[in-house]
């Protein structure tokens, strides 16, 4: 992705401030000089750019910061930033309320991949708990119909559309019609690609707009498209009211600047990039998120939200369980489907703080991928009593053998599996059970946690025997080295050969996370 190359020269500039032995004009205008060139290369629009370096010198004072100790941390902040105002109108934008009927209108260039991204989103509100469906009013391009329908089927959503009826505004009315008269919670439609020339399709789609009046009217913006957004964007929004903006193809070598101009162009906030064809291949975007994501240092609020839409807290077996320091190949089983519902995996270290774009350049997701889903078939080959259990009854060669032919993978394999599973197992153990960290917090508590990752509430703290507590939870984890450990041997790496070398190696722990089970671990 080349939003990575500009994020990797962008932290390049930063870095090289910080070894300035001295701070001063020179240095500045030197940083300002390299950033601004990266942005002009990845098609950002020359005067965003020109008022990206005027806003970070009027923020810099140079006289002001003589004296201070400082000056590094104002000048990388004032560039952050600047960098977020670049993809932040200072719009809220909008969001579908559950329990309401909302109806979204897709709008966007021939090509630009609305049709993929109305599933994307689709799917991506189903997995929030609403009732959804799509509507295609694309009669202009053969075989938008069939495109939007085997899309919708695979990600099992509602649709509806029509080979007979080629009056796209009736379309629209009638499939809205049908999704409010079944109680959906949202309708998305589908509309033609069009550009600014074609006057008749941009006629139709205020038609379909006046007909349907939909809440939010999302702009579609092909990320490949370079310095025509501009234009582009502002066609659009002389004609429709654009409320939000997508922005698509941003996994391949889309420069995405021109892109990212559109949001000034328009005056909309951008609520979802595309990274991929895949119906999980969509990114909430929030602009200081984004930015860090960029520059390598991380996406915690993603990554949160990402843990609590797996709905932890409704596994009461699992829940039980670790408070009495019980760990089951069922437990673990559940997990790895976690991770692999939690979206590609390239994605998810996207979002650990210091996971740079060069980090994860040796890391192969798809072969990660296909390992845990070999291990899922090993799960599937068990009994549900074998399931239920700590892992004792393949002591017994016959039952291993018939679960290694059961699911294809060789039984050394299934054996360090289950040397994965006890040793994990031993950490629970020592967390749970009536002297425990865990087995002293109430169910509740431990749903709280489960529900959300990111805060924790004071008296749940308080049960936990306040920050003594925690660290003697560490400490029963095995310390700090424990904890890195822990993470290792769940996802996997048991035979990689030493430890992690500090927090700084966060590359090869996350390659030993997910590089599997059996073996070498980590990469082959």
């Not at 630009?112 to 991204?117: D, F, Y």
């Not at 295609?136 to 391009?141: L, Q, S």
């Not at 700084?504 to 590089?515: A, I, P, R, T």
Request: net charge positive; hydrophobic share 40%.
């Amino acid at each position: 992705m080349v939003l990575n190359e500009l994020g990797t020269r962008i932290t390049s500039a930063l870095q090289a401030l910080s070894k300035e032995p001295v701070i001063d004009e020179k240095a500045v205008d030197a940083l300002l000089r390299e950033i601004c060139g990266a942005l002009l290369e990845s098609d950002v629009n020359v005067m965003l750019v020109h008022k990206l370096r005027q806003n970070v010198k009027k923020r810099v004072d140079m006289d002001a910061l003589a004296t201070s100790g400082n000056k590094r941390k104002v000048i990388q902040t004032a560039v952050f930033d600047e960098l977020c105002s670049l993809v932040d109108p200072g719009v809220q934008p909008w969001k579908p309320r559950k329990g309401k009927q909302n109806v979204i209108m897709f709008v966007g260039l021939q090509g630009s991949g609305k049709t993929t991204s109305c599933t994307k989103l689709a799917a991506y509100y189903k997995r929030k708990g609403m009732k959804v469906g799509l509507v295609c009013a694309d009669t202009f391009r053969a075989g938008a119909f069939d495109q939007l329908k085997q899309n919708a089927s695979r990600a099992h959503i509602p649709f509806y559309g029509s080979y007979a009826e080629a009056d796209p505004v009736q379309i629209a009315m009638d499939g809205v019609a049908q999704f409010k008269d079944s109680k959906f919670e949202l309708i998305i439609v589908d509309t033609s690609g069009r550009h600014k020339q074609e006057t008749e399709l941009f006629a139709e789609m205020e038609q379909i707009a006046a007909a349907i009046k939909p809440d939010n009217t999302i702009f579609v913006m092909d990320g490949t498209i370079g310095q025509a957004a501009d234009s582009q964007a502002r066609a659009f929004k002389e004609s429709v009211d654009i409320g939000s903006i997508i922005i698509t193809k941003m996994d391949g070598h889309a420069k995405g600047g021109g892109a990212i101009s559109a949001v000034a162009a328009t005056g909309s906030p951008i609520v979802f990039i595309g990274t991929g064809e895949h119906v999980h291949d969509l990114d909430q975007f929030s602009a200081r998120p984004f930015v860090s994501k960029m520059l390598g240092m991380g996406d915690i609020s993603g990554l949160v939200e990402t843990v609590q839409d797996m709905h932890l807290e409704k596994n009461e077996d699992m829940m039980k369980n670790l408070a009495k320091g019980v760990f089951t190949l069922k437990d673990m089983r559940d997990q790895l489907q976690n991770i692999l519902n939690m979206g590609p995996l390239n994605k998810l270290m996207g979002m650990v703080p210091g996971m740079s774009p060069e980090m994860m350049k040796g890391f192969d997701a798809d072969e990660s991928t296909r390992r845990l889903r070999s291990y899922m078939s090993v799960f599937d080959s068990m009994t549900e009593v074998e399931l239920n259990s700590d892992g004792k009854y393949f002591e017994d060669e016959s039952r291993l053998r018939r679960v290694a032919r059961g699911s294809g993978v060789r039984p050394v394999e299934i054996q360090a599996l289950l040397h994965q599973h006890r040793q994990f197992g031993q950490i629970v153990k020592k967390m749970g059970g009536p002297k425990g960290m865990l087995g002293k917090m109430n169910p509740a508590a431990m749903q709280q946690m489960a529900k959300n990752p990111g805060a924790m509430n004071p008296n749940m703290l308080k049960q936990m025997g306040g920050m003594g507590g925690m660290q003697k939870m560490i400490q029963q984890m095995g310390g700090m080295g424990g904890v890195q450990n822990m993470m290792k041997q769940m996802m996997g790496g048991g035979g990689a050969g030493g430890g992690l070398r500090g927090l700084g190696n966060m590359q090869e722990m996350m390659q030993q996370m997910m590089g599997g089970f059996g073996g070498g671990g980590g990469q082959r």
